[in-house]
């Protein structure tokens, strides 16, 4: 089992930053994929930024240019760096991250969340 623990949400004020930790610790063999999702009240979970094992990152467009995704591979953590913040981007924040164990086999595994809220 994976267990991703996520931090760093809060409320800010628009145009504010806010940095998202998510840490990845138990029986880890290897980490592929990492990710941060969102979900707003009464909407689907939509994916905000991903990065592989290698560095390479992707954006929603709504976050191109405000948002940066990083990991540290050494600590099984991923980051969300978040600024220039708008009132749309209030919403709980999930980390994701894709394992692989020993014998290839890949699963997925979800943070408990962290509420994000943008608000004068």
């Known amino acids: 089992q994976v267990q991703l623990v996520e931090s760093g949400g809060g409320l800010v004020q628009p145009g504010g930053s806010l940095r998202l930790s998510c840490a990845a610790s138990?029986?880890?063999?290897?980490?592929?994929?990492m990710g941060w999702y969102r979900q707003a009240p009464g909407k689907e979970r939509d994916l905000v930024a991903g990065?592989?094992?290698?560095?390479?990152?992707n954006y929603a467009d709504s976050v191109k240019g405000r948002f940066t995704i990083s990991r540290d591979n050494a600590k099984n953590t991923v980051y969300l760096q978040m600024s220039s913040l708008k009132p749309e981007d209030t919403a709980v924040y999930y980390c994701?991250?894709?394992?692989?164990?020993?014998?290839?086999?890949?699963?997925?595994?979800w943070g408990q969340g962290t509420q994000v809220t943008v608000s004068s």
């Open positions: 994701n991250a894709e394992h692989s164990n020993a014998f290839g086999i890949k699963r997925n595994y």
């Open positions: 138990g029986s880890i063999f290897s980490i592929n994929a």
């Open positions: 990065i592989t094992s290698g560095g390479s990152t």
